[in-house]
């Protein structure tokens, strides 16, 4: 089984950075995707960044110029740079994976247990 887990999350003040990091438990055999999504109280969960094997990013129109996201292939692991935070940034942050975990089976999606970022004013 494949677990994913995130560090990094905590309370800034408005204007300051914090670095998400992802780690996958144990060594995969494909990663089609890694990325991070959010959750604020009473919203639903949305994508913030993504990062495919081909190193393709998307990033949510709130964070881009801001936020960066980056992989460590050789360690399965994904970051999350965030600069420039605001009050609305704050939520509940996922990683989540697309990743086949062996040789010859199917692509299957994996979330982390979240991290809370909390961006004071």
């Known amino acids: 089984q494949v677990q994913l887990v995130e560090s990094g999350g905590g309370l800034v003040q408005a204007g300051g950075s914090l670095r998400l990091s992802c780690a996958a438990s144990?060594?995969?055999?494909?990663?089609?995707?890694m990325g991070w999504y959010r959750q604020a109280p009473g919203k639903q969960r949305e994508l913030v960044a993504a990062?495919?094997?081909?190193?393709?990013?998307n990033y949510a129109d709130s964070v881009k110029g801001r936020f960066t996201i980056s992989r460590d292939n050789a360690k399965n692991m994904v970051y999350l740079q965030m600069n420039s935070l605001k009050p609305e940034d704050t939520a509940v942050y996922y990683c989540?994976?697309?990743?086949?975990?062996?040789?010859?089976?199917?692509?299957?999606?994996?979330w982390g247990q979240g991290t809370q970022v909390t961006v004071s004013s």
């Open positions: 990062l495919t094997s081909g190193s393709r990013t």
């Open positions: 144990r060594s995969i055999f494909s990663i089609y995707a």
């Open positions: 989540h994976a697309d990743l086949v975990p062996y040789s010859g089976d199917r692509p299957y999606d994996y």
